[in-house]
């Protein structure tokens, strides 16, 4: 086997190596930075419900909650 040739295998493996680390570091970090600052709270959901003209109840507050959680984990 040439010498480049061996040199090209290196820098593909390592090029792959790095993107997965890079990839499932940065999938970890935006796990942990969505669930300490979640896109949406209860405030927020307690507004738009009274926007679309309904009064929310503490309940279908949660449950909306609930679902947004379950969907971001």
Not at 24 to 36: I, L, T
Not at 44 to 65: E, F, H, L, Y
Request: a positive charge; hydrophobic letters at 45%.
């Amino acid at each position: 086997m040439p010498g480049w040739l061996s040199d090209v295998l290196y820098i593909l493996f390592g090029l792959v190596v790095g993107a997965l680390a890079g990839f499932f570091g940065a999938r970890a970090y935006m796990k942990k930075y969505m669930k300490k600052n979640p896109p949406i709270n209860e405030q927020m959901i307690k507004a738009m419900m009274t926007q679309m003209g309904r009064t929310p109840s503490q309940k279908q507050v949660n449950q909306m909650m609930k679902a947004m959680n379950k969907y971001m984990d």
